[in-house]
C-alpha cells in the first residue's frame, strides 16, 4: 500500500459524533499499552500520526484517521487497565460496543495481542462476540521484538491454542522492526472493497 496522505479526522465517544463520510473503515482494538496506535502508525509510514504512550489507557476516545481518501482506521481506546478512573473504564465497554455493534461501515476489526501474554477470556469473548456481527477479526501479535525467535514460536503456538485460531491466521508483528507490516497490510485489502 503506497500512504499519499494519514490524517486524523477525529475523536468520539457517541454515534452522533462519528465521521459521515461513509469512507470503509477498520478498527484497531486490544488491551491497553498492547501497542495499536504505534502499529497504525507503522502501517501509514508515520512516527506521531496517533500518539503513543508508555502510559496504558491514554487512548480514551475513539480516534478516526483518514488513510489516502479511501478509507479510514479507527483506534479504539484499549480495555483492561485498572488505573484508568473508574468512572471512564465504565464509559468504555458500552463505547466501543456501541461503536462495534451499530457502525454500517466497518470492513474489518484488527485484534491486537502482546506476544509474550497468554490471551485471556476477554480476546476469546471478544472473538466471539464479533462473530455475531459476521466480523472475523484480523488477529495481530505484536511485541515480537522483545522474544527470542524460539520463545515467538513457543507464544504463537499458545496464542493460537488460546484463541482456538489457526496458527497461520495470526500475524506476528513489531512496530519496532516493522516486521509483519506488509502481512498486516494484505489481511487489511482482502476485507476492503474492491
Ligand atoms: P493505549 O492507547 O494506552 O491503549 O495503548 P496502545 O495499545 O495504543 O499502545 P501504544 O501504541 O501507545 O504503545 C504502548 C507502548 O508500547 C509504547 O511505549 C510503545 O512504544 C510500545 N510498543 C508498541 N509496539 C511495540 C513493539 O512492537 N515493540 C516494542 N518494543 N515496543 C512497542
Ligand atoms: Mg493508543
Known sequence: ??????????????????????????AFAGRSNVG???LINTLVNRKNLVKTSSTPGRTQLINFF?????????D?????????????????GP?????????STIRGVVLILDIRRKP???????????????????LVLTKIDKLSKTNQIKQHDLAAKGLGINPLDIILF?????????????????????
Open 120 to 138: 485471556t477470556e476477554v480476546e476469546v469473548d471478544f472473538i466471539q462476540w464479533l462473530k455475531q456481527y459476521a466480523i472475523s477479526p484480523i
Open 1 to 26: 500500500m503506497i500512504i499519499k496522505s494519514a490524517e486524523f479526522v477525529k475523536s468520539a465517544v457517541k454515534p452522533s459524533q462519528y465521521p459521515t463520510d461513509n469512507l470503509p473503515e477498520i
Open 174 to 194: 513489531s512496530a519496532k522492526t516493522r516486521k509483519g507490516r506488509d502481512a498486516v497490510w494484505d489481511a487489511i485489502k482482502k476485507v476492503m472493497p474492491s
Open 36 to 38: 495499536k496506535s504505534s
Open 95 to 103: 463505547m466501543i460496543e456501541k461503536y462495534l455493534s451499530t457502525r
Open 76 to 92: 479504539l481506546p484499549g480495555y483492561g487497565y485498572a488505573r484508568v478512573p473508574e468512572a471512564v473504564r465504565k464509559e468504555w
Open 66 to 74: 483518514n488513510v489516502n481518501n479511501l478509507f479510514s482506521f479507527v
